[in-house]
């Protein structure tokens, strides 16, 4: 056997149960070819010596929205804590572009006015010229508007919005707060007027972070991502990206199935999943399948569906995304789906609204007699004690987010809003894949950072980055558990297991060189952050290459795949 390429003197994590770790791998065509010891490898074309570095399946991000990618037409109030910060941010920048219509911002904290919603008051007096000003909040499922905004909209005249839920005080004057937004706006009237109203949301603004958001995944070692929310109408944009060379990592593009979508529309799902496999893609780059509900919204604004009532709200236990009594809806159109054939990815983050998704998944099941179907639930960050078995017992993938979890995110919000008692309930990853469930790691993307070694160190101490306020402490899962859950975890959940998310022969040559070897942080996370990938390879391809592996493989990284380069006797040192 000759090799296409060679990486050798490295520490391999295979997650393969027969041989998890080996010293070598081989590439030949895009696909590997031999793991094992670096004495017993065949001769290849080229060779990496990775010098002790850690390699890895590529990272598998279940849960990234590409298109929410940052703007540089709007302002980021990431890290921004206060209100008089938020006013700052967004003044300064008003000033610095006069030639915008509107005013933009993202990534807002909920708690960014204490035992209170922000209002459109909040926002007065930062823009001279009277631009309408819109704040989207960091999980995208709140948006804030100023008083002039209100007005362009019509919502100050007691007008509704297609893309969200505008919130009214007791004499009916809108406060500039709207829920739903996401759900909302990702619908076909919902994105159109949007598209309409707010120019940050024209496609061409879209694309724009589409690519960024590529670059950004490649560059962090993400093989594979989930864009788990595309709207049919902006498919084409993914199709662009095809089509342009956009796409250096794989993509798996989630379908929105919004609330009150009928069968007719269901048919238009079906039609564009089937083209789409059919369409020249040899590489594999872009797939089609999933589909995106949701069974209620966020813990934060107290929309999400809570079995009993909220903390510090008497009364108030959210609603379901779905209307109907015990989410009889939600059942009909999952079961539906299931006999469409279609794998589901249902955001839940109350333990009511997980029960209803688990309910729903299963009773699909026990109507269509399907089965592995692994239909998925996103988020899973306030699961009852009762519910937990039911994951593995189902077949359920839990799709989590390991950052959300850490407590700069969620103090003055949703553990208040959850309340103290059932913080045991809080992103139970140990819990889960204990009982042997699939448990998938990702980003949430651009809710939390897209840096897996984030997610790396929040799953293992659930403490802010800084290391202060670990809490749970009974959740946290180690280094090689969280790492699995971004690997085979994730390619489990897409029916990838025998392409993906392992070191093992025949599967896909996408791998990862860190800089350092990871576990050797296994003791002190913090470490890891300090870490990044070094290389990103995706069917072979070198799409990305940094610090010494960059200077050691520069003749030959980029855009040609391994196997195309002239067969010689190449062999590159990273120090």
């Not at 639930?377 to 989590?400: K, N, S």
């Not at 980003?443 to 897996?452: K, L, T, Y």
Request: hydrophobic share 45%.
């Amino acid at each position: 056997m000759s090799l296409d390429l060679l990486i050798t003197g490295a520490r391999v994590r295979t997650f393969d149960p027969l041989a998890p770790w080996a010293e070598a791998v081989g590439v030949v065509g895009g696909r590997i070819a031999w793991v094992g010891a670096a004495a017993d490898a065949p001769a290849a074309a080229r060779t990496i010596d990775a010098n002790g570095r850690l390699v890895t399946p590529g990272i598998i991000d279940s849960h990234n929205h590409l298109l929410l990618g940052f703007d540089e037409d709007a302002v980021s109030l990431e890290g921004a804590t206060t209100l008089a910060e938020v006013r700052r941010r967004i003044a300064a920048f008003a000033a610095r572009r006069p030639d915008l219509a509107w005013i933009c911002a993202e990534n807002a904290v909920y708690s960014i006015v204490e035992g209170r919603r922000p209002n459109a008051r909040d926002l007065a007096g930062l823009d001279p010229l009277g631009r309408p000003i819109l704040v989207t909040t960091y999980d995208q499922h709140s948006v804030w508007l100023d008083a002039h905004a209100l007005r362009a909209l019509g919502v100050a005249d007691g007008g509704a919005l297609a893309w969200g839920r505008p919130e009214r005080d007791e004499q009916g004057a809108a406060t500039g707060w709207v829920t739903d937004f996401y759900t909302s706006a990702m619908t076909v009237a919902g994105l159109a007027a949007l598209q309409r109203d707010i120019p940050m949301y024209s496609p061409e603004r879209r694309y724009r972070k589409l690519q960024g958001s590529m670059r950004m995944a490649t560059s962090l070692g993400i093989t594979t991502v989930v864009e788990p929310q595309v709207p049919l109408a902006e498919l084409p944009l993914f199709e662009r990206a095809l089509a342009e060379g956009v796409l250096t990592s794989r993509v798996i593009a989630a379908l929105f199935h919004p609330v009150g979508a009928d069968a007719a529309f269901r048919a238009e799902l079906r039609t564009a999943v089937d083209r789409a496999a059919g369409s020249p893609d040899p590489e594999g780059l872009l797939r089609l399948g999933p589909l995106k509900l949701y069974a209620d919204d966020v813990i934060e604004p107290h929309t999400a569906l809570m079995l009993e009532d909220y903390a510090n709200r008497p009364g108030v236990r959210g609603r379901p995304s779905y209307p109907g009594d015990a989410g009889r809806e939600l059942v009909g159109v999952i079961t539906e789906l299931d006999r469409l054939g279609f794998q589901t990815h249902t955001h839940a983050t109350g333990d009511g609204g997980i029960r209803l998704a688990l309910d729903a998944i299963e009773r699909a099941g026990r109507a269509n007699g399907t089965v592995d179907r692994r239909h998925g639930i996103v988020h899973v960050e306030c699961l009852h004690p009762d519910d937990l078995a039911r994951f593995a017992e189902l077949g359920v993938t839990a799709a989590m987010q390991p950052r959300h979890c850490s407590p700069d995110l969620v103090a003055g919000t949703w553990m208040e809003n959850v309340g103290e008692e059932r913080w045991s309930r809080a992103w139970r990853f140990r819990s889960l894949i204990e009982s042997g469930a699939t448990v998938a790691f990702s980003s949430d993307w651009q809710v939390g950072e897209m840096d897996p070694l984030v997610g790396l160190y929040s799953a293992a101490t659930r403490a802010g980055l800084d290391g202060s306020a670990a809490w749970t402490a009974a959740e946290r899962v180690g280094l090689d558990r969280a790492l699995e859950a971004y690997t085979a975890g994730g390619a489990r959940a897409w029916h990838l297991e025998s392409t993906r998310g392992r070191v093992t022969r025949g599967t896909d040559a996408d791998l990862v060189i860190w800089s350092g070897d990871l576990y050797d942080h296994a003791g002190d996370p913090a470490g890891v952050l300090g870490e990044h990938a070094e290389l990103t390879m995706v069917g072979g391809r070198l799409v990305h290459s940094t610090g010494a592996v960059a200077d050691a493989v520069g003749g030959f990284a980029g855009d040609d795949p391994v196997g195309t380069a002239p067969v010689g006797d190449e062999h590159v040192h990273v120090h």
